[in-house]
């Protein structure tokens, strides 16, 4: 079964500081990972995804993130956080067999705030 | 191109009712997933249609059902509501190609079961 851990449950940066989200999968297979992000009262917003190739991929609004198969890890990095970066990010993981479907499955959420 | 719209946005029920929630998915997408977000259990896989078909089912009771029409629409209905069924529901659809497709979520529905 696959799974996801996002180990940082808040995370606290100053405005322009670098930021780093950490996340790490259990599946069997080469996974099809993503991360989205949800403002209040919002649904979620696709960042950005990792299905195969190049290991680091570039998102929306900056991000930017690195597939580590050694590690298990799908790290999400901003260089210059702005304060309207603040809200929770979730990182998630695909089956990428063939009958899998479009199920993802969910971390727990990275609530980050900004500080001004 | 219109986004997921899910209605209502909010809904206020009591024990022992049901409710239906609706969800109409971007214009093109044949597969519509619903998810149920809780801040106890984060956000957990309901089920998926694709083409008036379920594909996929999380691990939930048979209160929790949904349907998909011909034209992508979908429904999930919860019966016999309980107190732990208070969640923001969110549906998201996708071009249904595979999981490689990504999903694209609407704002949700905020059942409130008192």
């Known amino acids: 079964a696959q799974s996801v851990t996002q180990p940082d449950i808040h995370i606290t940066v100053s405005e322009g500081a670098s930021l780093e989200l950490r996340c790490n999968y259990s599946y069997g297979a080469t996974p099809y990972l993503f991360w989205y992000v949800q403002s209040p009262g919002q649904g979620l917003q696709l960042l950005l995804k990792?299905?195969?190739?190049?290991?680091l991929v570039q998102g929306i609004k900056g991000f930017e993130a690195e597939f580590k198969r050694s590690q298990s890890s799908f790290n999400l990095r901003k260089p210059s956080v702005h304060w309207s970066d603040a809200a929770e990010y979730f990182c998630?993981?695909?089956?990428?067999?063939?009958?899998?479907?479009?199920?993802?499955?969910f971390g727990t959420g990275t609530q980050l705030k900004v500080e001004l | 191109k219109a986004g997921v719209t899910q209605t209502p946005r909010y809904l206020i029920k009591t024990r022992g009712q049901q409710v239906t929630l609706s969800c109409s998915p971007i214009s093109g997408h044949r597969s519509v997933s619903w998810y149920q977000q809780t801040p106890g259990q984060g956000l957990q896989f309901l089920f998926e249609?694709?083409?008036?078909?379920?594909?996929n089912k999380g691990n939930f009771p048979g209160r929790f059902s949904g349907r998909q029409f011909s034209n992508s629409r979908s429904e999930m209905n919860v019966s016999t509501l309980e107190l732990g069924d208070s969640a923001l529901y969110l549906c998201?659809?996708?071009?249904?190609?595979?999981?490689?497709?990504?999903?694209?979520f609407g704002n949700g529905t905020r059942l409130t079961v008192t």
């Open positions: 998630a993981v695909g089956a990428s067999v063939t009958g899998g479907g479009n199920k993802l499955t």
């Open positions: 249609y694709f083409s008036e078909t379920q594909r």
């Open positions: 998201a659809s996708t071009t249904g190609a595979g999981a490689n497709s990504p999903l694209h």
């Open positions: 990792y299905f195969s190739g190049d290991t």
